[in-house]
Antibody, heavy 121, light 105 residues
């Protein structure tokens, strides 16, 4: 089965570091970019950025550049914080981006189950 | 690119025809996708490239528009359609609209 499997929920204190993961199963992981999306409690979806597992190219949304670090290896994508803040409390989704070479259309066709990150003293 | 959906919420009954609009702050051709998110679940792709129905999505869902104005239409609302809907532009990176919550009247 084709799926993205994310690491489990985390409870952290402000100032702590964290790295969450997203493993691609059932397809060639390097074929498609992985997008990270934040959803704060009761709020909408926010595009954080994306990483290309084929060449490790990373594109950050301006709102998240400098706040998080994205990375990937041959089978897993990662999202990392050096120093968490309470405002980082949210669900974080990884998702697979499909890209059409024909007309450059692109969309997200597969989502992970989400990782709940709670930052509280 | 900013994406603005309207309405932010709506109440409807089973069988109703529902339309949700999404406006881009600049022209995005047909680089527009629609997703559905039920409570406690990850989002799910409904429509890509403005009007193309994703495999497995019921035909009561349809999308239209180009340039800056887009519409998601549900022709006959079903119980399982009560959810929040998001548009997303894919012309330049990716930005989501703020969401439209569809609940039961």
């Amino acid at each position: 089965e084709v799926q993205l499997v994310q690491s489990g929920a985390e409870i952290k204190k402000p100032g702590e570091s964290l790295k969450i993961s997203c493993a691609g199963l059932g397809y060639t992981f390097s074929d498609k970019w992985i997008v990270w999306v934040r959803q704060m409690a009761g709020k909408g979806l926010e595009w954080m950025g994306m990483v290309n597992p084929a060449d490790f190219d990373i594109r950050y949304s301006p709102s998240f550049r400098g706040q998080v670090t994205m990375s990937a290896d041959e089978s897993t994508a990662y999202l990392q914080w050096i120093s968490l803040k309470a405002s980082d409390t949210a669900i974080y989704y990884c998702a697979r981006r499909v890209f059409s070479d024909y007309d450059r259309h692109n969309w997200i066709d597969l989502w992970g189950q989400g990782t709940l990150v709670t930052v509280s003293s | 690119i900013q994406m603005t959906q309207s309405p932010s919420s709506l109440s409807a009954s089973v069988g109703d025809r529902v339309a949700i609009t999404c406006r881009a702050s600049e022209t995005i051709d047909t680089y527009l996708n629609w997703y559905q998110q039920r409570p406690g679940e990850a989002p799910k792709l409904l429509i890509f490239a403005a009007s193309h129905l994703q495999d497995g999505v019921p035909s009561r869902f349809s999308g239209s528009g180009s340039g800056t104005d887009f519409t998601l239409t549900i022709s006959s609302l079903q119980l399982e359609d009560f959810a929040t809907y998001y548009c997303q532009q894919s012309y330049s990176s990716g930005t989501f609209g703020q969401g439209t919550k569809v609940d039961i009247k």
